[in-house]
């Protein structure tokens, strides 16, 4: 049986993108520990290689706990479109450019369903978040989380990314439009968050719970 693992004070989240940290930080604030993100510490961007989304995140931890000496979490997510092969699916934030232009991004995504004659009632997509936690010893955990909706017109402006164009099975509001409570907000009852990344980190959660015991 693996040893327990290492309880820690601070967490260093992988990321440089804004709206990213700052929906870890809601989603870890029971947890007594800070989180700073490595784009707060100056940390380079490792190059994104891998071929999946759980190989990203896990590159991006290890990159930022070999940095800093801190464990390290990292989120490699993004949109996955059923009608564009699933595209534009690990290379979400590169088809956005550099700088990120979403909206431009999202125009793309519609001309190509409407090139291919995707009836808007079925442009099906899902987002997906695969989460890596690494310590400094090399010992980590992995998971991931999917939610899967509808792409319609942009509405909305909270969030972040392609928030605007998702829709959710069972709801009429798009990320675009949700509070932060509604799209990742945990339930009391502990069952299943909304978000793809709420989901995850409830997978994560529970994970720790039972490594640390």
Excluded at 15 to 21: A, M, P
Excluded at 40 to 58: D, M, Q, V, Y
Excluded at 95 to 123: H, Q, S, V
Aim: net charge negative; glycine share 10%; charged share 20%.
């Amino acid at each position: 049986m693996p040893a327990p693992l290492p309880p820690f004070t601070r967490l260093v989240l992988a990321t440089h993108n804004s709206g990213k940290l700052r929906e870890f930080r809601q989603l870890f604030a029971a947890h007594p520990f800070s989180i700073v993100s490595a784009g707060e510490l100056g940390l380079p961007e490792p190059e994104e290689t891998g071929t999946s989304f759980a190989a990203n995140a896990r590159l991006k931890a290890e990159a930022a706990t070999r940095a800093t000496g801190f464990p390290a979490l990292a989120d490699d997510s993004g949109l996955c479109v059923e009608a564009l092969d699933g595209a534009p699916g690990i290379y979400s934030a590169r088809w956005a450019g550099n700088p990120a232009d979403f909206p431009a991004t999202m125009a793309r995504i519609d001309a190509l369903l409407t090139e291919r004659g995707i009836a808007p009632t079925k442009r099906r997509a899902h987002f997906t978040a695969a989460l890596a936690l690494v310590w400094p010893d090399g010992r980590s955990l992995e998971v991931d989380g999917k939610v899967f909706g509808t792409l319609v017109a942009p509405r909305g402006t909270v969030g972040f990314g392609y928030d605007p164009i998702f829709m959710p099975d069972g709801h009429d509001l798009t990320f675009g439009e949700m509070t932060a409570d509604q799209k990742h907000g945990i339930p009391a009852d502990g069952s299943e968050a909304l978000s793809h990344r709420a989901r995850a980190f409830q997978a994560l959660e529970r994970r720790l719970l039972d490594a640390m015991a």
